[in-house]
T-cell receptor
C-alpha cells in the first residue's frame, strides 16, 4: 500500500516549452501533496504544498507563475513548468500524505527527471 | 521544525548492523523523529518514525534517547541494497506537515 506514481519518469524538452508532470496516489486518498526539486548532489528542496480544491502554497523564492500546480482530485496533482529554461533542469519529486494520516508520514513518487535543452 | 545533525557519510560491512546517529538537541515535545532514505535517482522512502519510545518495523529499529536529543536508526542486517542517503527529520506530526530535508548520511554497504 501507499504507492505514489509520477509520469513521465523523464522528459527532455526545448527551451521555452512547457512540461506537465503528474503525481498520483494509487491506493489512498491524499488531501495534501508536496512538490520537491533536487539538483545533482544536493538535498531535496520543497517547492510547494498542494491541497485538494485550493490554491497551492509556494515556498519562498519559488515562482508560482512559472511552476503551476493543480490538485483537482484526492489522487492527482500536476506540476507544470512553464517556459522551461536549462536552469529548470532538475529531478522533480512529489509526495502525498494519506487522508487517514496514520502518523503524518509522506510517501514519495519515483521522481521525474527534466532536462531542458 | 528542529534542526538535525548527521554525519555526512558512513560505511558498513554487508551483513552487519548499520547504526546511523542523529542529533536533534532542540527538538520540541510535540515533534516526532522521522527517517527516510533515498537510493540514487529514486524518490525518498519512508522508513520509520517515533516520538519517545523505541520503535521497530520490518525495515529498521529506531532508538530515541530518554532526553530525546538524539536518536539512532538501526538496520539490523545491512545488504548492498541499503546503500543510500539516510535523512533524519524532526517535525510535528500534524499541523505543520512540511518535511525539511538536510544533507543526510550517505551510507555505503561494503561487500
Amino acid at each position: 500500500g501507499a504507492v505514489v506514481s509520477q509520469h513521465p519518469s523523464w522528459v527532455i524538452c526545448k527551451s521555452g516549452t512547457s512540461v506537465k508532470i503528474e503525481c498520483r496516489s494509487l491506493d489512498f486518498q491524499a488531501t495534501t501533496m508536496f512538490w520537491y526539486r533536487q539538483f545533482p548532489k544536493q538535498s531535496l528542496m520543497l517547492m510547494a504544498t498542494s491541497n485538494e480544491g485550493s490554491k497551492a502554497t509556494y515556498e519562498q523564492g519559488v515562482e508560482k507563475d512559472k511552476f503551476l500546480i493543480n490538485h483537482a482530485s484526492l489522487t492527482l496533482s500536476t506540476l507544470t513548468v512553464t517556459s522551461a529554461h536549462p536552469e529548470d533542469s532538475s529531478f522533480y519529486i512529489c509526495s502525498a500524505r494519506p487522508f487517514s494520516g496514520r502518523g503524518g508520514e509522506q510517501f514519495f513518487g519515483p521522481g521525474t527527471r527534466l532536462t531542458v535543452l | 521544525d528542529a534542526k538535525t545533525t548527521q554525519p555526512p557519510s558512513m560505511d558498513c560491512a554487508e551483513g552487519r548492523a548499520a547504526n546511523l546517529p542523529c542529533n536533534h538537541s532542540t527538538i520540541s515535545g510535540n515533534e516526532y523523529v522521522y527517517w527516510y532514505r533515498q537510493i540514487h535517482s529514486q524518490g525518498p522512502q519512508y522508513i520509520i518514525h517515533g516520538l519517545k519510545n523505541n520503535e521497530t518495523n520490518e525495515m529498521a529499529s529506531l532508538i530515541i534517547t530518554e532526553d530525546r536529543k538524539s536518536s539512532t536508526l538501526i538496520l539490523p542486517h545491512a545488504t548492498l541494497r541499503d546503500t543510500a542517503v539516510y535523512y533524519c527529520i524532526v517535525r510535528v506530526a500534524f499541523g505543520n506537515e512540511k518535511l525539511t530535508f538536510g544533507t543526510g548520511t550517505r551510507l555505503t554497504i561494503i561487500p
